[in-house]
C-alpha cells in the first residue's frame, strides 16, 4: 500500500486508518502539483502517512469503465490524528494549486 516515497506503516485492519480525496474534476497541472514527489514526500515526513494515487482518470461527461474508480488520492496512517493532518494538509495544497491555476487564466 505503501508508495516510493513513505514509510512502512504497521496497519492492521483494528488500527490503520484511511482517508481519501477525490482529484478528477480538477485540472491536469493541478493534479500534476499534489502529486509529484516533493509534495507527497512533505507531507509523509510531516505526518508519517502513506499517500497513494489510485485510480484512473475520466474525462468529465465521460463514464469511467465499469468498476473503475475516478483518480483519487489515497492517505493511509497508524492514526486517526495524523491522517486528518495529512488529508487538511493535501487539500491545503490543492486549493493552492488551483488558485495558482486560476490566475493563470
Not at 497541472?29 to 475520466?58: N, P, S, Y
Amino acid at each position: 500500500m505503501a508508495s516510493r516515497a513513505t514509510p512502512e506503516l504497521d496497519c492492521n485492519v483494528d488500527k490503520c486508518m484511511e482517508r481519501e480525496v477525490e482529484i478528477n474534476h480538477y485540472p491536469q497541472m493541478v493534479r500534476w502539483r499534489v502529486t509529484e514527489k516533493d509534495a507527497t514526500l512533505h507531507i509523509t515526513q510531516r505526518t508519517g502517512c502513506a499517500l497513494t494515487l489510485r485510480g484512473q482518470f475520466v474525462a468529465e461527461g465521460k463514464e469511467g469503465a465499469r468498476g473503475q474508480r475516478k483518480l483519487y488520492m489515497l492517505i493511509t496512517g497508524n492514526d486517526h490524528a495524523s491522517v486528518l493532518e495529512a488529508e487538511s494538509e493535501f487539500r491545503r495544497m490543492l486549493s493552492e494549486a488551483a488558485a495558482v491555476e486560476i490566475r493563470k487564466r
